[in-house]
C-alpha cells in the first residue's frame, strides 16, 4: 500500500534559520511528489512537484526539494525563512495508474512555526 | 492560472437539511474534481473522485448516499451533504485536476457546521 511519512508532526525554526521538512514515502511504482502549503481555514497551495528528471526541483517562495530514490525521501528546504512561511505543510505522491486511481497520497503534514 | 473557487466558504445548518457546497475551476478544464474532507489538525481524508460526465467513484466507509457528488461540466462540481448530522461538520476542500497531469490544484475550502 502506499504510503507516505512526514516524521515531524511541528517544528519551530527562526526568523531567517534554514528549514528542512522531512518527507519519506511508500510507494510500489515511479512516483510523482508533491508539497503543498496550508495556511489556517486555507486550501492547499502547490509549492512545488517532480516528476522526473533533475532530481533538485525547485518551487515558489524560495522553496526546493530533493528527491533521492536510495531514501525514498523528498525532503523540502529553504534557505532562510520568513515568518510568513508559518504554516502546515504537506508531502503528496502519487502515481498516474489505474491501480492506485490516480489519486494523491498525502502525509499527515508538518506544522511550522516561526520565531522572531 | 489554475484557480480554483468553492462556495460558500462557511455555512451553518440545522440537524437534518442538506448542504450543497460548489467547486469551480475558473480558468481551466478540470477534467477530474476531487472532495476531501479534513478534521482539525489531521491530514486530508479523499472523500471521492469525480470526472465530468460520470458516477463519482467514493472512498471505502464514505458513504455515497449521504454524499452526493455531480460534476456537470468541466468546470463545476458540487457536494451535497444530506440530512446533515452535528458528525458531518467539517472543513471539506475541493480539488481539481486537469487532463492526465496528476498534480491537483486546491479550492479554499469549506467550514461546515452543523447545529
Known amino acids: 500500500a502506499q504510503s507516505v511519512t512526514q516524521p515531524d508532526i511541528h517544528i519551530t525554526v527562526s526568523e531567517g534559520a534554514s528549514l528542512e521538512l522531512r518527507c519519506n514515502y511508500s510507494y510500489g511504482a515511479t512516483p510523482y511528489l508533491f508539497w503543498y502549503v496550508q495556511s489556517p481555514g486555507q486550501g492547499l497551495q502547490l509549492l512545488l512537484k517532480y ?24 525532503n523540502l528546504r529553504k534557505p532562510s525563512v520568513h515568518w510568513s512561511d508559518a504554516a502546515e505543510y504537506f508531502c503528496a505522491v502519487g502515481a498516474p495508474r489505474l491501480e492506485y486511481g490516480n489519486k494523491l497520497v498525502f502525509g499527515a503534514g508538518t506544522i511550522l512555526r516561526v520565531k522572531s | 492560472g489554475a484557480v480554483v473557487s468553492q462556495h460558500p466558504s462557511r455555512v451553518i445548518c440545522k440537524s437534518g437539511t442538506s448542504v450543497k457546497i460548489e467547486c469551480r475551476s475558473l480558468d481551466f478544464q478540470a477534467t477530474t474534481m476531487f472532495w476531501y474532507r ?10 471521492a473522485t469525480s470526472n465530468e460526465g460520470s458516477k463519482a467513484t467514493y472512498e471505502q466507509g464514505v458513504e455515497k448516499d449521504k454524499f452526493l457528488i455531480n460534476h456537470a461540466s468541466l468546470t463545476l462540481s458540487t457536494l451535497t451533504v444530506t440530512s446533515a448530522h452535528p458528525e458531518d461538520s467539517s472543513f471539506y476542500i475541493c480539488s481539481a485536476r486537469q487532463g492526465a497531469r496528476l498534480e491537483q490544484y486546491f479550492g479554499p475550502g469549506t467550514r461546515l457546521t452543523v447545529t
Open chain 2, 38 to 47: 479534513q478534521f482539525p489538525k489531521q491530514s486530508l481524508m479523499l472523500m
Open chain 1, 51 to 74: 516528476f522526473s528528471g533533475d532530481t533538485l526541483v525547485q518551487g515558489i517562495k524560495g522553496f526546493e526539494a530533493e528527491f533521492k530514490r536510495s531514501q525514498s525521501s523528498f
